[in-house]
């Protein structure tokens, strides 16, 4: 593993893949991550929906209106999910998943990009999370908050630049206008 700080700064959203497969083995250490991030009273609300076929992964790149087109291209989509009955902060213990899903992809030298999906329209404006739904057969009560898209990156980006950070964003002590 790469120094963690330093994976931070290299993870960039990556939005193009090459058609090289993901190793089961690597699939397997990402979705150990997803099960071990934490969440509210250790509820375990998530629910995660690995698509790899292809006709499949077309029709949910169609999941809204716009910037859903990664999905089409990806290896593997992970639709990450919670049951919204099951805990009342699913959306945060959703979106902690997801992020360790896209670390863990970082680490193991793949890209990804989160796809927004709560709260979200198709272009016929239904809903995305009933969309997703129906396309993968998923109950109701199981809604869909973002899909994370998998590959070995077939683009480069710069890492993040740390001279340019929001440090104004940041609060000491009080707020105080920086
Ligand atoms: C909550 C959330 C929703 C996002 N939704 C989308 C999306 O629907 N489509 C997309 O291409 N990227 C999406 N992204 C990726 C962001 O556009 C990206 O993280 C941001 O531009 C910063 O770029 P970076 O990830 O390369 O640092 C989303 C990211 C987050 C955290």
Redesign the pocket.
């Known amino acids: 593993m790469e120094n963690f700080h330093d994976l931070i700064v290299n993870?960039?959203?990556i939005?193009k893949y090459s058609e090289e497969e993901i190793p089961a083995d690597k699939v397997k250490t990402i979705m150990e991550a997803a099960l071990m991030a934490p969440t509210s009273k250790s509820s375990r609300p998530w629910q995660f929906v690995l698509v790899e076929d292809s006709a499949k992964l077309e029709a949910l790149s169609k999941c809204?209106e716009g910037?859903?087109g990664?999905i089409a291209h990806c290896s593997l989509a992970i639709v990450v999910a919670a049951d919204v009955e099951a805990s009342d902060p699913w959306i945060e213990d959703a979106a902690i998943a997801a992020t360790y899903i896209q670390l863990q992809a970082q680490d193991l030298g793949l890209g990804s990009?989160?796809?927004?999906i709560r709260g979200r329209y198709t272009s016929t404006d239904i809903e995305s999370e009933t969309y997703v739904q129906n396309i993968l057969e998923m109950p109701d009560t199981i809604l869909p908050v973002?899909i994370i898209t998998l590959g070995y990156p077939d683009e480069t980006?710069k890492p993040?630049n740390t001279e340019k950070l929001l440090w104004e964003k940041v609060h000491i002590g009080t707020w105080q206008e920086r």
């Open positions: 993870r960039r959203s939005r809204k910037g859903a990664p990009c989160w796809i927004q973002c980006k993040q």
